[in-house]
Every structure is written in C-alpha cells, then in structure tokens.
C-alpha cells in the first residue's frame, strides 16, 4: 500500500518555474516507478513524466520535454517534479502515481496509487 500527497502547485506567470513535490508512504517506495500526470478541466488526464525505480531512466512527453525534469528521493520516499518555462497551456490539476513496475509506464491505467492532486495555473 502506497499514500501519495502531492504539494508545490500554486499560481505562475507564464515563463516562471514550480517545483511540485509528492511525499509517499510505505516501505516499499523504492519497488514502483512514480509518474506525474496532469488534467485540466473538461480534458483527460494525460502523462507529465515517469522515473523508474533506480533513477537510471525517465520518459517525458513532447509537450513538456527540456521544460520538465522529474527526480525522486528513495532514501526520503520522495518524487519531485521541475517545472521551468511554464506555459498557460500546463494550467492542470496534477496529479502523484505509483505503478508497481520495474520499467517506465505511461498509460493512466498502469497505475494502482494515485495523489490527490495539485493546482498549477499559469497566467499568461
């Protein structure tokens, strides 16, 4: 059993920079791989950033790619997320999940814990 709280959001002018935080509980952190996944209103909730359990491995969608860095603490069952260059576009409820995977999942439906999320909006 893994709980997810997620934390950072808050309002940004466009071309400003966030750092989102998600704290997890449980002994097992280390054995998922920890995603971030973002959804505005009246859209699906789509794929942000994903870092596989060691921290040799990443994987970020065209949209947010050199803008944002994913990075994780196993010692302190931590996962952040960077986010530079900000855009009105990244205005989402993002959201903290855990897969039970050893590789880098991307799909909504390959994770089994999920955060409750946190408000990003950026003013143009």
């Known amino acids: 059993q893994v709980q997810l709280v997620e934390s950072g959001g808050g309002l940004v002018q466009a071309g400003g920079s966030l750092r989102l935080s998600c704290a997890a509980s449980?002994?097992?952190?280390?054995?998922?791989?920890m995603g971030w996944f973002r959804q505005a209103p009246g859209k699906e909730r789509e794929f942000v950033a994903v870092?596989?359990?060691?921290?040799?491995?990443?994987s970020y969608p065209d949209s947010v790619k050199d803008r944002f860095t994913i990075s994780r603490d196993n010692a302190k069952n931590m996962v952040y997320l960077q986010m530079n260059s900000l855009k009105p576009e990244d205005t989402a409820l993002y959201y903290c999940?855990?897969?039970?995977?050893?590789?880098?999942?991307?799909?909504?439906?390959?994770?089994?814990?999920w955060g409750q999320g946190t408000q990003v909006t950026v003013s143009s």
């Open positions: 999940a855990a897969a039970s995977s050893l590789s880098r999942p991307i799909g909504v439906t390959e994770y089994k814990y």
């Open positions: 449980g002994r097992t952190f280390r054995r998922y791989a």
């Open positions: 870092i596989n359990w060691s921290s040799s491995s990443t």
